[in-house]
């Protein structure tokens, strides 16, 4: 345990070198790091002529994650398929699309949080710098304190501020001085000023932007590389939203974020990078299925799309 340094992947379990797999190639080589324009279709077509294609960005060169035909079912049906890409270190990365196109559903893949959902299933490869996350020797507790999550609703534990931060160093056996240890998380989180004089006070009476910059804080305190948000901001007022946002700029120096957001203009304001989700209905109304569209930086998702799709939702036309 001594040795255990946050920032080393090897402390994971064996550190398996990733295959040289080739570049994929999805008919069209297309240009690095886009996506070649799909024919016109409805949103939700029936059968829409491409229902997935490449979207690696080939501009990611040392990904946090990277995620190979990774697949996930519930209970034997297919939930989200065929997600292919790269999640890149210190950069905020956006997941947008219709409710039920598999966004939570791939976070928690990130975090191995599917497994504790007896249903599911998980296919495919996810690689977390260059190593398996799902290999056998991996130890999922390991990886959940390397990469913090923070969900819709503020979700603190029912104990004093100070001990929702130290809990999880507590539970590491992280060394050092525990009061330096919270002190420093919740400056991290921005929290700090507002709750130095109530550490021992209980964290629920706190408003809901303060818990949420909690929760933060307490995934802070175990030192991640990377923090996954769960639509952090949908139960908060603009101006906590607001700080939530800012938060995640100063953050984004030292950890790796992918945010699930059904708020485009967040999405827009935040990521550096904005993948797009969408149902695919093509196989009945029964049988909904998640599939990864298209990818890229932000600013070109929402001001050149190359699909139509992307298009139609990101200008307000479905979703
Ligand atoms: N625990 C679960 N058990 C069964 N099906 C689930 C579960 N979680 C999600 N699903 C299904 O997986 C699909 C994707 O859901 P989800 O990842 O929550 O989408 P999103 O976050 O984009 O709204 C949906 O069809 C949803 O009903
Ligand atoms: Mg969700």
């Known amino acids: 345990m001594s040795a255990y340094d946050p920032r080393s992947p090897s402390t994971l379990g064996a550190v398996t070198e990733p295959e040289q797999t080739p570049e994929r190639q999805a008919g069209d ?35 946090v994650f990277e995620t190979e035909d990774l697949s996930v079912h519930y209970g034997g049906k297919p939930a989200v398929l065929d997600v292919t890409m790269k999640v890149p ?14 966004k939570s ?17 998980v296919g495919g490869r996810v690689l977390y710098h260059g190593i398996d996350l799902y290999a056998a020797d991996v130890d999922a507790v390991q990886v959940r304190k390397r990469i913090g999550m923070v969900f819709q609703k503020p979700n603190p534990f029912p104990k004093a501020i100070y001990e929702n931060i130290a809990f999880g160093p507590r539970v590491l056996g992280m060394k050092g001085n525990m009061d330096e240890i919270v002190e420093t998380a919740l400056r991290r989180a921005s929290l700090w000023d507002d709750v130095k004089d109530r550490l021992k006070d ?5 408003s809901g932007g303060q818990q949420q910059r909690l929760c933060i ?12 948000m769960d639509e952090p901001c949908s139960a908060l007022d603009p101006i906590s939203t607001g700080r939530i946002e800012d938060l995640m700029h100063e953050l984004k120096e030292t950890v790796s974020i992918v945010i699930v957001t059904h708020n485009m203009q967040q999405a827009a304001r935040v ?8 149902v695919d209905l093509s196989a009945g109304e029964e049988n ?8 890229g930086p932000t600013d070109r998702i929402f001001t050149n799309p190359h699909d139509t799709r992307t298009e139609e939702y990101v200008s307000g036309k479905f979703g």
């Open 271 to 278: 990521s550096d990078r904005t993948a797009f989700f969408i």
């Open 105 to 121: 559903t791939i976070l928690r893949c990130f975090d191995r949080m599917n497994d504790l959902i007896p249903a599911a299933s």
């Open 217 to 228: 804080a307490r995934a802070l305190a175990t030192n991640p590389d990377v923090l996954l």
């Open 29 to 63: 080589p297309g240009v690095p790091g886009q996506v070649p324009p799909i024919p016109a279709g409805e949103p939700h077509a029936p059968a829409p002529a491409v229902v997935h294609h490449d979207v690696v960005d080939h501009a990611i060169e040392k990904p």
């Open 288 to 295: 909904r299925i998640g599939r990864l569209v298209e990818y």
């Open 89 to 102: 270190q210190k950069e905020i990365t956006a997941f947008i699309g219709p409710s039920g196109c598999g």
């Open 202 to 206: 209980n964290a629920f009476g706190m």
